[in-house]
């Protein structure tokens, strides 16, 4: 069964700790992996990866693929209360799209 | 604003009864997506339309339908609904299409079956 799966679920850290967030997948024919934030309402896109071993990097934000493990770490240093949300990673493969539970990061003070 | 707009924001109905959700992709994107959010569920994609035509089908059940028209809107129509149902329905846009793009998710439409 194709599926995606991140981890942890919740993290809390204190401003200015660097955390590392976990996306492993099993799907067939995979075509890529994107990660997203959401806050209050509406995802937004971070990243989209489909080249095994290139980072890409914004700001204070870097994501890398790993496919022959078949996992992808988003990071985040420096964190800060605005980085408060849930992280979504998502994984195409064939015609369809399949998105992790997510893991809930709290940034305190 | 991701450029992308969803009607209507709420929607509360009752089991059984049939519901339209619209979406207006952002200016020159040809691709629309509808997904479902449950708190049990989590994000699940359910269909994608490319410039009037299906692109890609997802975990949509046989009761939901969705239609992209010639000026690029599209409407998910969800029918004989039932408790389960309700959600947050988001619609997103990308300019192609392909596993390149960009997705910009609209604001959502949350609803609420009685």
């Known amino acids: 069964e194709d599926k995606v799966v991140q981890s942890p679920l919740s993290l809390v850290v204190h401003e200015g700790d660097t955390v590392t967030l976990n996306c492993s997948y099993e799907?067939?024919?995979?075509?890529?992996l994107l990660w997203y934030k959401q806050e209050k309402k509406a995802p937004t896109f971070l990243f989209m990866l489909t080249s095994s071993g290139i980072e890409k990097k914004s700001g204070r934000l870097s994501s890398i693929l790993d496919k022959k493990e078949l996992f992808s770490i988003l990071n985040i240093t420096a964190t800060q209360t605005g980085d408060s949300a849930i992280y979504l990673c998502a994984v195409t493969f064939n015609n369809d799209m399949r998105f992790g539970a997510g893991t809930r990061l709290t940034v305190k003070p | 604003d991701s450029g992308v707009t969803q009607t209507p924001k709420h929607l509360i109905t009752a089991t059984g009864q049939r519901v339209t959700l619209r979406c207006s992709p952002r200016s020159g994107d040809l691709s629309v997506y509808w997904y479902q959010q449950s708190l049990d569920q989590g994000l699940q994609f359910l269909i994608q339309y490319y410039n009037g035509e299906e692109r890609a089908k997802g975990n949509i059940l046989e009761r939901f339908s969705a239609q992209q028209f010639p000026d690029l809107h599209s409407e998910l129509n969800l029918s004989s609904l039932e408790l389960g149902d309700s959600a947050l329905y988001f619609c997103a846009s990308s300019p192609k299409g392909v596993a390149a793009d960009t997705q910009y998710f609209g604001p959502g439409t949350r609803l609420t079956v009685l």
């Open positions: 799907v067939t024919n995979f075509r890529s």
